[in-house]
């Protein structure tokens, strides 16, 4: 007989300031279970069966067991901007040992993905990221190892999930982008020590170039966002580039970078998720608003300005909103699939090779 039981806690910012709107979500077995919003004071209630969960808040996640009573458990949310982390989209993912790719989060899954294509953007080559055969590179490395074609080979094994022996390709190089890339391939392999050490050196070589800052602003897996050096690394950063809309953006500091550029669009979504957070709907709708106004594309954006809609009682409002969230994650999930089916393909064609 199953039995319903009660999860209950709070969620609060690292002011110890209760989270309003936050959406907590119960998983079992990698799937969603149940999900609920935080109220005003930041409380949420879950009513789930007996067993085991994962609980996750905005990019934060703990294990809890359910059993025959009710269970308290609460979350305190890292200082400084949280990252889209839901709703979760439900596609096929690649069978693959060396690509764990964040042990089952989606959103650290699409970081790895995305740091693939920007590893594959620093070819000097201007080769697209595709799928291509990957003995082709490797011939070409081993008949000539320069840098531009063990960078090729690497980002090529990279975009086909092989994240471990890419690691391996790129390890070969001293540059900062060979660096980059190896760091993309020990991420993808949820290996991320070594990911985080590679970051912060590919940073260390050239402090002043912006490059590898944006890399490791794409890492959202907790490990390395509380890693030690990370929050020091951007605020050396906006300390240097104190006019520097982005710099100031990747060190969390909301208020001074979109004064700088009203037009930076992700600050835009960062500050109104904090608004949202102390209560401020107002300002936040806002903030959302201008974030839309100049990337109407901001899936999250729109995600978040329902929620906001919701909050004030503005439901029509808040339905036109969803419903454009739903269309663009549709349109990208799609896209997502499509490339994972190719390679999948890719994976099943070597096997036979």
């Not at 990698?30 to 069966?49: I, N, P, Q, W």
């Amino acid at each position: 007989m199953m039995f319903s039981l009660l999860l209950t806690g709070q969620v609060t910012n690292a002011a110890h300031q209760p989270v309003a709107s936050a959406k907590v979500i119960a998983q079992s077995n990698g799937k969603d279970f149940a999900s609920a919003v935080t109220d005003a004071s930041g409380h949420y209630r879950l009513t789930l069966e007996a067993g085991q969960y994962v609980i996750r808040v905005e990019g934060v996640s703990k294990t809890v067991s359910i059993s025959e009573k009710a269970v308290t458990l609460d979350f305190d949310l890292p200082e400084g901007p949280q990252f889209f982390d839901e709703p979760q989209f439900t596609v096929a993912g690649v069978t693959d040992n060396t690509y764990r790719g964040g042990h089952g989060s989606d959103t650290v899954l699409r970081s790895s993905e995305a740091l693939t294509k920007e590893t594959a953007a620093l070819s000097t080559g201007g080769r697209p990221f595709a799928v291509e055969g990957v003995k082709e590179f490797q011939k070409a490395a081993e008949l000539d190892p320069s840098e531009q074609n063990l960078f090729d080979w690497g980002t090529e094994l990279l975009s086909h999930k092989a994240a471990l022996p890419a690691a391996e390709v790129f390890s070969k190089g001293h540059s900062q982008r060979m660096i980059l890339g190896q760091a993309a391939a020990w991420y993808a392999a949820g290996i991320y020590d070594k990911a985080a050490h590679c970051f912060f050196e590919a940073i260390d070589l050239n402090p002043d170039d912006p490059r590898p800052y944006a890399f490791l602003f794409q890492a959202k897996a907790q490990e390395i966002v509380q890693s030690p050096g990370y929050a020091e690394r951007f605020a050396r950063y906006a300390k240097t580039h104190p006019e520097n809309a982005l710099a100031n953006y990747y060190a969390g500091f909301l208020v001074k970078a979109v004064t700088i550029d009203p037009h930076l669009a992700a600050a835009q979504l960062a500050l109104g998720i904090e608004y949202s957070r102390d209560g401020k709907m107002a300002e936040a709708i806002r903030a959302y608003q201008t974030a839309l106004k100049d990337d109407p594309s901001l899936e999250e954006a729109h995600y978040r300005l329902s929620e906001a809609y919701r909050v004030t009682g503005e439901m029509e409002k808040s339905r036109q909103e969803l419903a454009t969230y739903q269309a663009l994650s549709k349109a990208s999930a799609e896209k997502l699939e499509k490339e994972r089916r190719e390679v999948r393909q890719f994976v099943i064609d070597l096997k036979h090779q």
